[in-house]
């Protein structure tokens, strides 16, 4: 079973609402990792936990916080979004996080914000 | 096929023929490479991988072409289905950062009836 799972599939918002998106994975991978995607774009690596710990931010804006609960689950809270925010936001995970452990993608959740 | 080191942003096959994605990548430290394919609403799937030690790997109607002297990957898709249309990108692990692939810009390939 490589499946990663993302919820909600799709989430609308305004700029001061809160809102959480929900990844989990049950392959016991120990690296989970958030995307996010424009539109005809690459994925772009926004933070990578390593066994429940933050091990990589790429200078991302306060307005996103991760959370890793446990070993199983990763959470990414958003609070005043701005429209530009606007993408496809991927959870993946990995055996561990070593050179040549390959990233299952879950199926990403859809964020408009308004 | 396509020329050797060039990409695509969008490739056209017919149906029944053999696809070529091409992707360079620039760093010669890299030593692990990737091939996802993503369709219309879903994310990247997984396909085939490939290590700095090989020149070649193959899967189900899937090969790997690694060139390490010209820093070129490339994928071959036998006999294109119409389920093959996609967006496929090249993925690098740079071996410097245990966490981080470097993604490519990304081939459209559209597959003909």
Known sequence: DTEVTQTPKHLVMGMTNKKSLKCEQHMGHRAMYWYKQKAKKPPELMFVYSYEKLSINESVPSRFSPECPNSSLLNLHLHALQPEDSALYLCASSQDGLPSNTQYFGPGTRLTVL | ?113
Not at chain 2, 5 to 27: F, K
Not at chain 2, 83 to 96: K, L, P, Q, R, T
């Open chain 2, 1 to 113: 096929g396509e020329s050797v080191g060039l990409h695509l942003p969008t490739l056209s096959v017919q149906e029944g023929d053999n696809s070529i994605i091409n992707c360079a990548y620039s760093n010669s430290a890299s030593d692990y490479f990737i091939w996802y394919k993503q369709e219309s609403g879903k994310g990247p799937q997984f396909i085939i991988d490939i290590r700095s030690n090989m020149d070649k790997r193959q899967g189900q109607r899937v090969t790997v072409l690694l060139n390490k002297t010209v820093k070129h990957l490339s994928l071959q898709i036998a006999a294109t289905q119409p389920g093959d249309s996609a967006v496929y990108f090249c993925a690098e692990n740079i071996g410097s950062n245990d966490y981080k692939l470097s993604f490519g810009a990304g081939t459209t390939v559209t597959v003909r009836a």
